[in-house]
């Protein structure tokens, strides 16, 4: 069983950024990929970005390649969203989520477990 606990979202100007963290408990965060998603409201869940169990491959939704990146620490258990020059489009309710095998992906499916979220407005 893991457990994702999201922090850092917040209410930000246009063209400012944000860092969530996403601090996971249990033995698949070790050895799986993890992936952030977002939902604004009245929209499907997105991909946003996902990087693999050794941190080596990560990939992006094109929306946000060149402003966000992604990165884990697997020593504090922690998966990170550095998110730059962010944009009103980017206001949704963004996502943790960790799946069990290493390989990074992008497809909502293939994760196996959520966090609750964290909201994150971005002003105009």
């Known amino acids: 069983q893991v457990q994702l606990v999201e922090s850092g979202g917040g209410l930000v100007q246009a063209g400012g950024s944000l860092r969530l963290s996403c601090a996971a408990s249990?033995?698949?965060?070790?050895?799986?990929?993890m992936g952030w998603f977002r939902q604004a409201p009245g929209k499907e869940r997105e991909f946003v970005a996902t990087i693999s169990w050794t941190g080596a491959n990560t990939y992006y939704a094109d929306s946000v390649k060149g402003r966000f990146t992604i990165s884990r620490d697997n020593a504090k258990n922690t998966v990170y969203l550095q998110m730059n020059s962010l944009k009103p489009e980017d206001t949704a309710v963004y996502y943790c989520a960790a799946r069990a095998q290493p390989l990074a992906a992008a497809l909502r499916t293939m994760y196996d477990y959520w966090g609750q979220g964290t909201q994150v407005t971005v002003s105009s």
């Open positions: 249990g033995r698949t965060f070790s050895s799986g990929a």
